[in-house]
Each structure stands twice: as structure tokens, then as C-alpha cells.
Nanobody
Framework: QLQFVESGGRLVQPGGSLRLSCAASGFTLGTYALAWFRQASGKEREWVACIEITGNSPEYADSVKGRFTITRDNANNVAYLQMNRLEAGDTARYFC??????????????????WGQGTQVTVSS
């Protein structure tokens, strides 16, 4: 059964850092692009970053570019989102996702078929 399990979210102060993990099972992560999205309370789901199969050309939303880094460990079927210089606006539930058949990145949530349950990140003093 295809599954994602996100972890690493917690309460952190502004300016702090977190690393989120996305553990995949039921398929070989290395054959698909992997994206992170986030959804703040009362807002639509927002694309954050995506990493293609090789990991050589990650893509980022403008709001996180220069602060967040997406990586993947295909050998262990895990992807990560390193988040630095966190801001209150980063508070959201973070999800990893995969498209059904297509391996390329997309910044649209409707293109993604498989989602994890998410992990909550709260940035507050």
C-alpha cells in the first residue's frame, strides 16, 4: 500500500530551523518527483517545493526560496524539507505528495494523487 508519513513538525521560534521528513512506503521513491505543500488554517493548500528524480533541479515557491531546501535519499525512500529562518507566515500543516503516473514536478495540488497526513509546523514566540 502506497503511503507517506511526514514527521518533524513542532513549535519553533521565529528565526529557528526545522527539518521535516517524508518517509515513503509501497513504492520506490526514486522513480518519482516528490513535492511538499503546506496549508495554513483557513487557507488553500500552497505548493512549497518539489524535487525531481535526480535531485539536481529542485524548485521552490518564491516565499521560501533561499530559506528552505528540499532533498531526497532514494536509497532509504525518504525526502526532507530543511526549513531555516522560519517566519510566522510559515505556520501551516506540511504535506508531502506524489503524482499518480507522471514523474515530473508540478506546482499545482490538483496534479498530485498521493498525500501524507501532514505534520504541523507552528512558528511563534
Amino acid at each position: 500500500q502506497l503511503q507517506f508519513v511526514e514527521s518533524g513538525g513542532r513549535l519553533v521560534q521565529p528565526g529557528g530551523s526545522l527539518r521535516l521528513s517524508c518517509a515513503a512506503s509501497g513504492f520506490t521513491l526514486g522513480t518519482y518527483a516528490l513535492a511538499w505543500f503546506r496549508q495554513a488554517s483557513g487557507k488553500e493548500r500552497e505548493w512549497v517545493a518539489c524535487i525531481e528524480i535526480t535531485g539536481n533541479s529542485p524548485e521552490y515557491a518564491d516565499s521560501v526560496k533561499g530559506r528552505f531546501t528540499i532533498t531526497r535519499d532514494n536509497a532509504n525512500n525518504v525526502a526532507y524539507l530543511q526549513m531555516n529562518r522560519l517566519e510566522a507566515g510559515d505556520t501551516a500543516r506540511y504535506f508531502c505528495a506524489r503524482r499518480r503516473y507522471v514523474s515530473a514536478c508540478s506546482n499545482s495540488s490538483i496534479d498530485y494523487r498521493y498525500w501524507g497526513q501532514g505534520t504541523q509546523v507552528t512558528v511563534s514566540s
